[in-house]
Each structure stands twice: as C-alpha cells, then as structure tokens.
C-alpha cells in the first residue's frame, strides 16, 4: 500500500513539474514579443544600413509583431526625418549636433557600434599608401594625375559623397582636414559608389569599412602608411573613424524602438561579420567636438 502511494505521489509530483515546466516556456516564449509591438523606420546612414538591415530580419523572428524597414538616404536625411517623427530610428554617422538645423536635445542617442572609413580605389591602380597631403590634394583636385602620388600615367576620377552623407562630414574632417573636395561625380549610396570606383578607371573614393570586401574591382589605401584595419582604429592610430548612432525621438521613444536598438548593439556576431567595431573593443572614446579621450 505504502509502495502504490509512494508511485502515486511521485507521478503526481512529475505531472506538477512537467505542467510548471510548461508554464514557464510559455512564459518565456511569450515574453520575448509581450509587449512589442508596431512599425519601425530606421532610415538613414547607407553606412550602418548593412547592420541595421541584418539586425531587423533577426530581430522581426524573435518579435513576430513588430515590423521594421530599414532605408539608407543618408545621414543627414536620418536625423532629419527622425526629429520631424518620420522615422522612428534616424541612421547616423554623425553626432546631432554636427547637422545644422537639427535640435540634438529633442532626440536620443544610442551609439550601437563604431566603423571606419577607407579612401578607395579602382583595383587596377598601382597606389597602396597615399600621405595626408597628397590625399588632400587629390581630393581637392589640386593633383589631377596619379603619375603626381607615385602611381601611373592616368587620369584622376574623384567620386565624391552627397552633401547629407555622413560617411563625406567624417572623411573630410578626420582624412582631410577639413578642406573642401573638388566638384564632380557624386553618389548618396555606398555600394553604388563601391560599384561606380570599380567600373572607372583611375577612380577614388571612401567608404566604410564594411563595404571594403564587398567588391574585387576595387581596395583599399593607407594614409601615412597606417592601414584601415580595426586594429588600427581601435587606437586611434587610424584615425578616420566614427560612431554609428541611433536617434530615437525623445518624445515617440518606443519599447520597440528600445529593443531594437538595444538588439543591433548587443549583436556582436553581426557586428563583427559585417565589418563594424562593438564599442567596447574601442581603447578611447571621441565627443562631438572630435576631442578624444583615452578609455
């Protein structure tokens, strides 16, 4: 007798444990995506649009209510968009506060990774390292040939970055110093300026670093002979680099929004394949003034 009770209570006590079990995937299960719900714009930067584009499939698996398109436009176009409430997400490369017209106070930045950026060219060029000088003065049209920078007898095609392009404000501060690039071809995408060096000969241009291998018919160069490598950006010693921000706008700020972003920038895997820097590898840090600071 006391054998039957003893089965009894213990398949009694596995019945409990299998339907607590049970209540807890559940719970589990649904917690993910409880209380997320909605419509997501993250627009912006076509340099974080690899990530962000990556980032939403996953995230829209794990968050079945939640649907999130990712448009490039620019950095510019990002920021704007996001403090008017068209975008829920603005894509940036740049800090607010270097986008005139955009009031930095009313929208939330969320840093989610760093990238940098690498002059580039058409794969047929026998350049590898250009000096800072010589980069200005290739971009400023100063130099017209590459026969004048130590490369061949052939004409130079300057392919510059539109006017909102956040990648173009950080190439031109931190690559060259500033100082105005000549007037020519421009492209507002980078893959269509990876596609447009690759196919003219004599060509450069910049991109991020996440769009560097994406392409045979066009590489990478060196600025005093520091290559754009993550190792050499995480100390700065290359120097060309930026945040990838996220805006939110500090009025519509979402939990989806939240999630999201917190989603991209805890997605090291991603981060990683696709080229970015997580901002924990970083040594030092840099404000929106361009001051840096060692971590």
Not at 18 to 35: I, P, R
Not at 180 to 198: F, I, L, N, R, Y
Request: charged share 20%.
């Amino acid at each position: 007798m006391k054998k039957k009770f003893l089965v009894g209570m213990i398949a009694a006590g596995a019945l409990l444990t299998l339907a607590a079990c049970g209540s807890n995937d559940a719970s589990s299960s649904s917690s993910s995506s409880k209380n997320l719900s909605g419509k997501i714009i993250a627009g912006g930067s076509t340099a974080l649009q690899p990530l962000a584009q990556q980032s939403s499939t996953e995230f829209m698996a794990k968050n079945p209510s939640v649907q999130v398109t990712v448009q490039g436009g620019g950095s510019g176009v990002g920021l704007t968009q996001v403090a008017a409430g068209s975008f829920q997400i603005g894509n940036s490369d740049i800090f607010a506060e270097e986008k005139s017209g955009i009031d930095a106070s009313a929208i939330t930045d969320h840093k989610v990774a760093v990238v940098g950026f690498a002059p580039i060219v058409n794969a047929k060029l026998d350049v590898k390292n250009l000096t800072s000088q010589q980069l200005q003065d290739v971009f400023t049209g100063k130099v017209t040939n590459w026969k004048e920078v130590g490369g061949s007898d052939q004409k130079i095609t300057v392919i510059g970055r539109t006017e909102g392009s956040g990648t173009r404000v950080n190439f031109d501060q931190f690559a060259l110093g500033g100082a105005t690039e000549v007037k020519g071809p421009t492209q507002d995408a980078s893959g269509s300026v990876v596609q447009m060096v690759g196919q003219t000969p004599g060509a450069i241009s910049y991109v991020a670093l996440s769009y560097v291998e994406t392409s045979k018919e066009i590489k990478s160069v060196s600025i005093d002979g520091v290559a754009p490598t993550e190792k050499n950006v995480v100390t700065n010693d290359y120097k060309v680099w930026s945040y990838e921000h996220m805006y939110t706008n500090s009025k519509k700020e979402t939990a989806a929004d939240k999630a999201f972003i917190k989603y991209v920038a805890n997605n090291e895997k991603d981060i990683k394949k696709l080229g970015y820097i997580p901002i924990s590898d970083m040594k030092v840090e840099r404000d929106a003034e361009g001051n840096i600071t060692q971590k």
